[in-house]
Structure formats: C-alpha cells, structure tokens
C-alpha cells in the first residue's frame, strides 16, 4: 500500500493537520508534513501535538497493515510515548515508522521525526497498539 496523497483513506484529524504518506507497508511507514504557520502554538514553534500525531498515524498505518496481513480486523493505538528534542518553525518535517514488537496481541512501533533541512531529530515516539480480532 503506498500513497502520495494527504492520507487517501479517511485520515480525519491527521490529514487535516497535513500528513502525507510517502511509502506505507507492514515493517515501514514514511511520511512528512509541511509544518507552517498553523502548526503553530503561540510562542511561534510547531505544536507538539504535531509531532505527536505524526507518531500515532505513521505507528498505526503500519500495525493496521500488518494485522490485515495476520488475518486480524485492525490495530489500534493505546499508549503514545513522544520525546521532543528540539523545536522547529518551518518546513516539511519527514517521520519514519518502524517495528519494535510486532506480537499476537500487541505492537510496539518506534517513529523518528527529523528536519528536512539538516536532518536533525525533532521528535521520537513509540506507539504500543491492541491487535483486534473483531471491531465492536
């Protein structure tokens, strides 16, 4: 599965922050977001919450992929870990996803989220995710 739209599949909050996936599969997902002026909390640096969101959508496409892939309805995010290392203004921001834990009932994936401009670490997160037999 990849797609080079702005989520292409429903990404309610996370698309209208921006998020584009550039490459998407069960063992890694990339993405990036041009972070600009409405990213912006009031003291005039990207919002954590950004980065926060990059971790969960990047997290979950990937452990959605890959319960799809083991015969399982869906993965779902039930604790978020995000670091913040330095801020950030302006500029595509690029976040990559990959598997730390990927088990019969849960998942744990690891997202490092950099600067486009040097490459430097913004942000890191883990997402820990339930995989789901069935959707109630």
């Known amino acids: 599965m990849s797609d080079r739209s702005v989520l292409g599949v ?5 698309e209208l922050a921006g998020i584009v996936l550039d490459e998407s599969s069960s063992s890694r ?3 990036h977001v041009e972070a600009g002026e409405e990213h912006h909390q009031p003291f005039g640096m990207v919002n954590a919450g950004l ?4 971790v969960e959508t990047l997290a ?4 959605f992929i890959w319960a799809q892939e083991q015969g399982m309805m ?3 995010g039930v604790h ?3 670091d913040f290392f330095r801020s950030h203004r ?3 921001l690029n976040g990559e ?3 730390i834990h990927q088990g019969r009932s849960q998942q744990v994936w690891q997202v490092t989220i950099t600067r486009a401009s040097d490459g430097k670490m913004v942000a890191q997160g883990r997402l820990r995710l339930q995989n789901l037999d069935q959707i109630r």
Request: hydrophobic letters at 45%; glycine letters at 22%.
């Open 97 to 99: 996803a990959t598997p």
């Open 80 to 82: 978020n870990a995000t």
């Open 74 to 76: 869906a993965a779902v």
């Open 10 to 14: 429903g990404g309610g909050f996370a």
């Open 60 to 63: 979950s496409v990937g452990a």
């Open 90 to 92: 302006l500029g595509r």
């Open 51 to 54: 980065h926060t969101t990059m």
């Open 29 to 31: 997902v990339r993405g």
